[in-house]
């Protein structure tokens, strides 16, 4: 079980929308990755953090304890521009690379 922490930015210029990224990603997740729970940043422990910043300055404060991260931020995934369309497939399929390395 892989658990991802979500971590939104504050939303202060917001040029997509981080709770439809979201959405798409639990929605991609579930058919292929039951083995990834997706849980609120300070909710609990986690192996990684998900960080999802509505522009690609990506000023959200990161918590201490979680040292691997996925960052979107704007049409960028880990700082690589992949447009609004691919945002969430690239998040899965970073997932999907963990998961695959971990067993």
Do not use: H
């Amino acid at each position: 079980m892989l658990k991802v922490a979500v971590k939104f930015c504050g939303n202060c210029n917001p040029q997509i929308s981080v709770s439809e990224i979201l959405r798409e990603i639990q929605e991609k997740a579930a058919g292929i990755l039951p083995g990834v729970e997706f849980v609120y940043q300070g909710a609990e422990e986690a192996d990684l953090l998900l960080v999802i910043s509505g522009c690609p300055v990506d000023c959200a404060e990161r918590p201490q304890g979680i040292s691997r991260e996925i960052v979107v931020a704007g049409e960028s995934v880990n700082y690589v521009t992949c447009g609004l369309s691919g945002l969430s497939s690239q998040v899965v399929n970073l997932l999907k690379n963990l998961l695959n390395w971990e067993e």
